[in-house]
């Protein structure tokens, strides 16, 4: 039995503790956090935008931690699961490898790429396995159109845009925080940085333009540069180079709370996808649909439409490669430190107005 300990029990930590309790073979064996009444189990102050409310729990059984470091020392744990503020996350990781426990850690990463080698070298040099919850790669638009991709059927791809927009999240006081949050850059954008750099490869240069508040991007457009550096199993090795957009901010208006969308072009079919959440209600705008080279438009049928279960899939991976005692393709810190490098270079685009090499 795998046993975890939660550092952080905000609205993330609430729902890796749900999605391990529908896992076997694993345990939530402790928290920490330094509010009381958590560690007492009265979540009800949790708030989040999607899954349950926060409500009373049971946590009969659980070790229960007023700080991360007294976890961190629990010889019974097999792994650390960091969902605290991102400033946090590098040195709390650092700790926790040196510990000897394996570590997953929520996004992104680490608020600079400086502090996420901190991370990667802290884990080769306590040889445990260290993971990035990216969770993006495991909805099932996203799923979908990874699989489409890689099975190679629709050619090499050719270029793609991708969409992730929200309403300023007035609920988060430290979201506009450049040393705690980092704003909408490195909580939201970061996502689809992350998949552009495991569907596309590593871009050599970004150029943005935009909006900037309290010194940080708010709302902007990217277009990202490649060279002939290609991500496994692309098809792309020889091929014209990608054209890659991607949109991403707030807005200050809360009718539409929530927008993500893409449209991937491949030599033989365009995927497209567009949901969003408007006055409440989440809809698709364009479902999940494949443009074939035949002048058909086909909608596959996507398994799981709850959030909760991207999470429950993505920590299944985890627990999968614990256990084998090896890292995961997907959830890997090279991939995470590289999305963070994508972010820092677009927001200096963004201030500087010029074009910046990656």
């Known amino acids: 039995m795998l046993r975890v300990g939660i550092a952080g029990l905000g609205f993330m930590g609430m729902v890796h503790h749900l999605s391990y309790a529908k896992l ?9 956090d330094p509010d009381a009444k958590k560690r007492g189990g ?36 097999d792994v650390i699961d960091i969902t605290l503020p991102p400033a946090l996350h590098a040195d709390i990781a650092c700790r926790a490898l040196a510990a000897g426990k394996h570590v997953f850690c929520e996004k992104p990463m680490a608020m600079r790429p400086a502090d996420c080698d901190r991370m ?59 040393d705690r949050v980092g704003g909408p850059m490195l909580d939201l954008h970061v996502h689809d940085a992350h998949f552009i750099r495991l569907v596309f490869g590593k871009p050599m240069a970004v ?14 457009n990217t277009q990202f540069e490649f060279s002939g550096q290609s991500a496994v199993g692309s098809g792309q090795e020889g ?18 709370s929530f927008q993500h969308a893409f449209e991937i072009h491949l030599e033989r079919a365009t995927l497209v996808f567009d949901f969003a959440v408007i006055g409440g209600e989440g809809a698709y705008l364009c479902p999940p649909t494949v443009l074939t080279h035949d002048g058909k438009a086909k909608r596959p049928k996507l398994a799981g439409g709850d959030p909760m279960d991207a999470f429950e899939t993505e920590l299944r991976e985890v627990v999968r490669c614990v256990k084998e005692d090896k890292p995961s393709a997907v959830l890997s810190a090279e991939l995470a430190r590289d999305a963070i490098v994508l972010c820092q270079a677009q927001a200096k685009s963004l201030e500087s107005g010029k074009r910046v090499r990656v």
């Open 239 to 256: 091929k014209a180079l990608p054209t890659v957009l991607a949109t991403s901010g707030t807005i200050n208006q809360q009718g539409r």
């Open 24 to 32: 076997r073979g694993v345990k939530v064996a402790a928290i920490a």
């Open 120 to 178: 990667v070298k802290a884990a080769a040099k306590a040889k445990k396995q260290l993971y990035i919850g990216h969770v993006l790669p495991y909805f099932p638009e996203y799923a979908w159109a990874l699989k489409e991709i890689q099975s190679g059927k629709h050619g090499a791809l050719v270029g793609g845009s991708f969409k992730r927009v929200i309403s300023d999240p007035a609920w988060l006081t430290t979201f506009w925080d450049p």
């Open 207 to 220: 150029s943005t333009s935009g909006r900037m508040r309290n010194g940080l991007p708010e709302y902007w």
């Open 42 to 77: 009265d979540w009800r102050s949790i708030k989040g935008n999607f899954g349950p409310p926060g409500a009373k729990m049971d946590l009969a059984g659980v070790a229960t931690y007023e700080s991360v470091d007294e976890m961190i020392a629990d010889a019974s744990l």
